[in-house]
């Protein structure tokens, strides 16, 4: 047995105070720059979470879940975290592409149940990956809280859902793509997506969340404020939450799957994001168990357009951070916007989540958002 000297005891002790000392003081710098951050955007409330060496390092909640209330956002509220929503999708279609239930080169005509075929290049497949990526050349201009606005058997200005350039030839951003993806899962699993998702994603994760709101304890769920600049004044959108009950009753599976909001309706807290941001971080691994394979996670993160450096729901980019390659997504809904990034190679991570601020973009991002992302980067990653 090694025995260690008073005097290695000491230098040890030491080491670990200033140690822990350094890090708090870190964590103090940070978070007051995070309330001048606030201050500059307006932002009503803010929660953070950052991994570091893979693991979880960091939590914190800032300002009001509730203006009215006065109530404080803690580590343990709910948000509506948007278009982050989107990759909860593509990892459920990428554990049944393992699970041999269909590929991603597909006729999405087949798996969806009609025809969805750009009427200006009708020859040309569009594909289940190109649904994913984007780059289906479908738009959102007939809306995308229905099916039936893309379905010809019932909407007769179904062609304009299709933009004027071939399928796969293009990107353009649709959330009718993820909403239709929902119905897909639906028809493949036999199961409701709500439960699909948890069944499969959450549950295996332990994460609390998910996309049906009379599932949740709606006590936690953040208001959601949408700022207008001319009046500098927040106004509540108590629709991000709203339940759909009836529709959930009379739901048509694989059809009426958009009352879930496959492309943006979960509903869950920075801490957990972050665990799920972990596991892709991981190539689909988290704490001993996989989700996806390591060969799906890759592929989720590769890009498929260019331009965009968009892969399937988790895109690239050397924005946020200047000269720091990071993957992941963001979101923007009801006044909410949501940043999920990571460092895949240097295994270093952040979640930020605001219910409302002044909205100033930069470089495609919520400054608020990525000005907090480069002061947590700074504080608490970069200093050792």
């Given at each position: 047995?090694?025995?260690?000297?008073?005097?290695?005891?000491?230098?040890?002790?030491?080491?670990?105070?200033?140690?822990?000392?350094?890090?708090?003081?870190?964590?103090?710098?940070?978070?007051?720059?995070?309330?001048n951050i606030m201050k500059?955007?307006?932002?009503?409330?803010?929660?953070?979470?950052?991994?570091?060496?893979?693991?979880?390092?960091?939590?914190?909640?800032?300002?009001?879940k509730d203006i009215e209330s006065k109530t404080p956002v803690t580590d343990q509220t709910l948000f509506r975290i948007a278009s982050i929503s989107k990759s909860f999708s593509a990892t459920s279609i990428m554990q049944m592409v393992e699970a041999g239930?269909?590929?991603?080169?597909?006729?999405?005509?087949?798996?969806?149940?009609?025809?969805?075929?750009?009427?200006?290049?009708?020859e040309t497949i569009i594909t289940l990956k190109m649904v994913l990526s984007h780059t289906s050349s479908i738009n959102?201009?007939?809306?995308?809280?229905?099916?039936?606005?893309?379905?010809?058997?019932?909407?007769?200005?179904?062609?304009?859902?299709?933009?004027?350039?071939?399928?796969?030839?293009?990107?353009?951003?649709?959330?009718?793509?993820?909403?239709?993806?929902?119905?897909?899962?639906?028809?493949?699993?036999?199961?409701?997506?709500?439960?699909?998702?948890?069944?499969?994603?959450?549950?295996?994760?332990?994460?609390?969340?998910?996309?049906?709101?009379?599932?949740?304890?709606?006590?936690?769920?953040?208001t959601l404020y949408e700022y207008n600049a001319q009046s500098k004044t927040f106004t509540a959108e108590p629709a991000a939450y709203n339940p759909r009950s009836l529709e959930i009753q009379n739901h048509v599976l694989g059809y009426t799957t958009p009352i879930f909001s496959p492309t943006g309706g979960m509903k869950i807290s920075a801490a957990d994001l972050a665990k799920y941001m972990t596991m892709h971080m991981n190539k689909g691994k988290y704490k001993g168990g996989r989700i996806i394979s390591?060969?799906?996670?890759?592929?989720?993160?590769?890009?498929?357009?260019?331009?965009?450096?968009?892969?399937?729901?988790?895109?690239?980019?050397?924005?946020?951070?200047?000269?720091?390659?990071?993957?992941?997504?963001?979101?923007?809904?009801?006044?909410?916007?949501?940043?999920?990034?990571?460092?895949?190679?240097e295994k270093f991570g952040f979640v930020v989540i605001t219910n409302g601020c002044n909205p100033v973009y930069a470089n495609g991002f919520n400054q608020a958002l990525a000005a907090t992302v480069n002061t947590l980067y700074k504080s608490l990653i970069q200093q050792k």
């Open positions: 047995m090694i025995k260690f000297s008073s005097t290695l005891k000491y230098v040890c002790f030491l080491f670990i105070l200033l140690s822990s000392l350094s890090n708090y003081a870190q964590v103090e710098q940070a978070e007051a720059e995070i309330q500059k955007y307006e932002v009503v409330g803010l929660s953070v979470a950052v991994v570091k060496d893979g693991q979880p390092f960091y939590q914190h909640a800032f300002g009001l239930k269909f590929s991603l080169k597909d006729d999405f005509s087949k798996l969806v149940g009609f025809k969805v075929r750009n009427p200006k290049f009708p959102d201009s007939q809306g995308y809280f229905t099916l039936d606005a893309i379905n010809p058997a019932k909407n007769p200005d179904w062609a304009k859902c299709y933009n004027n350039y071939a399928p796969g030839a293009g990107y353009e951003y649709c959330n009718l793509n993820y909403n239709m993806v929902g119905a897909v899962i639906e028809k493949f699993s036999g199961e409701r997506f709500d439960n699909y998702v948890k069944k499969h994603i959450l549950n295996p994760l332990g994460l609390y969340g998910g996309y049906c709101v009379d599932s949740l304890d709606a006590s936690r769920f953040a390591k060969k799906s996670a890759k592929l989720m993160q590769t890009k498929v357009s260019d331009e965009e450096n968009y892969g399937l729901a988790i895109l690239s980019t050397d924005k946020v951070i200047p000269g720091k390659w990071l993957t992941g997504h963001t979101g923007s809904a009801y006044g909410l916007y949501s940043m999920m990034f990571f460092q895949p190679k």
